[in-house]
Nanobody, 125 residues
Framework: QVQLVESGGGLVQPGGSLRLSCAASGSIFSMYPMGWFRQAPGKEREFVATIGRSGDRTYYADSVKGRFAISRDNARNTVYLQMNSLTPEDTAVYRC??????????????????WGQGTQVTVSS
């Protein structure tokens, strides 16, 4: 059974930083692209970032480009999201997800098959 468990969320001041982790089990981690999505109360789920299987390709939403960085360590079956220059608009539940074996649209939630429960990120004003 594939499981994804996020950690690293919390409360941070505007301008601060957090690093999220997503630990995967029950799959051949290196075979799949991995992504991060977020959802704030009353808003639609939003794509944040995706990283390719080898870690060589990364994709970001315009809203986080230049502030966030996605990375992965296949030896540890873990994907990370480094978040800098955080603003209150970044407040959301962040979830990691496993992409399809041959991902075609990295920003489409429908192309991800397993999801973590999420970790809360709150940026106070």
């Amino acid at each position: 059974q594939v499981q994804l468990v996020e950690s690293g969320g919390g409360l941070v001041q505007p301008g601060g930083s957090l690093r999220l982790s997503c630990a995967a089990s029950g799959s051949i981690f290196s075979m799949y692209p991995m992504g991060w999505f977020r959802q704030a109360p009353g808003k639609e789920r939003e794509f944040v970032a995706t990283i390719g299987r080898s870690g060589d390709r990364t994709y970001y939403a315009d809203s986080v480009k230049g502030r966030f960085a996605i990375s992965r360590d296949n030896a540890r079956n873990t994907v990370y999201l480094q978040m800098n220059s955080l603003t209150p608009e970044d407040t959301a539940v962040y979830r990691c997800a496993r992409g399809g074996r041959y991902l075609t649209n990295y920003d489409r939630a429908q192309e991800y098959d397993y999801w973590g429960q999420g970790t809360q990120v709150t940026v106070s004003s």
